[in-house]
């Protein structure tokens, strides 16, 4: 499988693309690979001249700052960043403004004991801030590991929006245990809502002991609640990703905390062990049981979270491992949209998905059938016996039944069949029943997301910003098609960091994207618009919704009255539609003659300045009127960069000319006229002599052929490199032709001069 390696981005020898192809899982066969291109790919440097990144780090701190947590307040413009030993305020508008900064260190001690314990002073034992969640106007609830002792206490804002200054409440200070991991690196949620902290989280030193937890914040009461410890039908080592407090029903009495995590599944195979992505939900005025499950949840259920994409002969390919989950507001508060992030266990390839979620759905599974282990082979079957009343899961609410104030209310039945009963057995699957968007192989795998939903021309967009393991950002249009269809196109690709994304805000006020890493904090604008091209056709062909060719340049699209001035066709991308003065601009491309010695090579250029756009050749031969287009085949091999002839013959004189084709929109953008020079004419010339030393007057390849693309593979070079030196070699060999062509000339030229002043009498 040392193929698959090559299968990037998708710069690749479209012949070698053809190959690759075949030994791909059936997932992306379907698709249009063009598409995963990105049509704007920006490298750090490349974003910080243009003016694109801003960044932060703490100059101060001797190992990086580790940035793994971020509390955006959008009215007033500050962001707040968790990081070792400190919290920083930072202006949201420019980030290298650190409007002030706290030290937060861990108590000595615990240092001392951390050390000991055989953990590493520099990664584990000091105070990582993990938790900074808003508890009132001027108050911020922060969390911090303290060296594997967590504590938590409040940051104070002040009431002064022109002078802020952070003060950290040291008399406050609380023991963090069920409110923060004591672990850096563990995953971990947490949610404050109405005074109280939901958090999945471990509370021992070695993290086995996990929870999903609620405790008072507001009140010095000791009290908590929790799920059942060291009992895998409730948790079994789990993951957690995000946690939300979603309102059920008008009633408050139904309002329910959502966790989303993943955990080795009870249900697989014992053999091989599988991870599972999984919703759970409780009841907020859940207190317990009274007589059993007394200070346990006596609402907790949970279901399978799917996100797996249909092959053929049933064959799923399944994205198991959740990795982040966002949750996108719309007009109804109980229903919003649930985005996730997956990813695959398979040993085999990489994959990322992003699969999508209705409330509806979630809410289906939680009143669908119970799973139960049962038979003689004690398998995981759906459970068909009688159901207590109230229906486990249900919150307790006076106005429905007067009996039932609380959990305490619940009759026993109930609570043993909670506590048998924690899983549904039917899924939760996602929108469409399929991911919304998939990538294999890619290099990177994709950690984290944030959704925006973008007003354009024609319509409203739900455009995703991912962040990467190696330090990418992503940002991907959703455009939807008939037939519930939709088609994702990747914008752009931004090099934002070299280690991975650990936290992602966005801020529509400010049209800005912060995003953290382990190193440093960044904020990128939402849109680099002037980057896709300076004609109103690469502007449309974009089909960016954040932006539309204003008259004069591609610039960020605002939704305005003014509906003529602004030119944007996300939908089609169709540059026909919205821009003047296409005009046939082939007749001005340039004719360039090139050279080609017969039964030899030869290389014509022509590169798109988009991707995603695909090439076509066309082809005219000499004396003839017909033109045809070229395809890959024998002698002829496309590639990325141009047109490679294989072995010329006199059929191959003739105008040679490429277009690029996006969508509907076609252009021009290279014309050659190829002359071929007899074999015979080239033979006795000595032009090796004047070859580059570093060719060593060797010549381009005289073919490519199958054992050559299985020699890449040998060598250990990239199809990218490969491609790329064959060009390179192309480029200096029509050099030498040119050079060999004007010496044949002016060889012809000197000898009808010497006819005509013999050598020995001096020229007049
Ligand atoms: C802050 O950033 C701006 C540009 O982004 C730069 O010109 C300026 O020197 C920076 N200031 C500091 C103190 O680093
Ligand atoms: C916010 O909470 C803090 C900490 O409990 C408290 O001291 C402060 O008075 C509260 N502020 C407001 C405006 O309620
Ligand atoms: C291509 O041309 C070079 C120089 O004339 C020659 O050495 C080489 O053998 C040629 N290749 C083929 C396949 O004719």
Redesign the pocket.
Known sequence: MRFVEFWKTGHICPLLAMLLQLLLPGVIANRVWNQYIPRLQLSNTELRSKNSLAMFWDNGAEVHGYYEVMLLDEDRGWLLVGGRDHVYMLDSENLNQTIDKIHWPAGREHTERCKHAGKNLLTDCANFVRLLQP?????VFACGTGAYHPKCT?IDLGHNVEEPALRL?SS?VESGRGKCPFSPHEPFTARLTDGDLYAGTSVDFMGNNAAIFRSSV?TTSQHYIRTEAFNDHWLNEPEFVGSYSIPDTHSVDDDKVYFFFKETAVESNQLDKRIYSRVARVCKNDIGGKRSLINRWSTFLKARLVCSVSGSGGMDTHFDELEDIFLLETKDPQNPVIYGVFSTSSSVFRGSAVCVYSMASIRAAFNGPFAHKEGPDYRWVEYKGRIPYPRPGTCPSETYDPLHKSTRDFPDEVMSFMRGHQMMWEPVVPIHRRPLFTQINAPYRLKKLVVDKVDAEDGQYNVLHLGTDDGKVLKVVSIPKENWETEEIILEELSVFQSPILSMEISTKRQALFVSSADAVARLPLQRCELYGKACADCCLARDPYCAWDGTTCTNYFPTNKRRSRRQDVRYGDPWSQCQDLGDVSEEIELKVVYGVEKNSTFLECMPSSPQATVKWIMQQRHSQSTKELLSGEDIILTKRGLLLQRITSLNAGVYSCTAHEHSFSRTLARYELQVIPEEHVTNTRITQHSDPKVGGNYAPSSLSYKDLHLIGVSGLTADEYCEQLWYREKRKQQKLRTLKWKQRSDSSKARVRRQNPPNKPLQ
Do not use: E
Request: without cysteine; proline residues 0%.
């Open positions: 508890f009132n106007k001027t108050h409040y409440l406050s507001h």
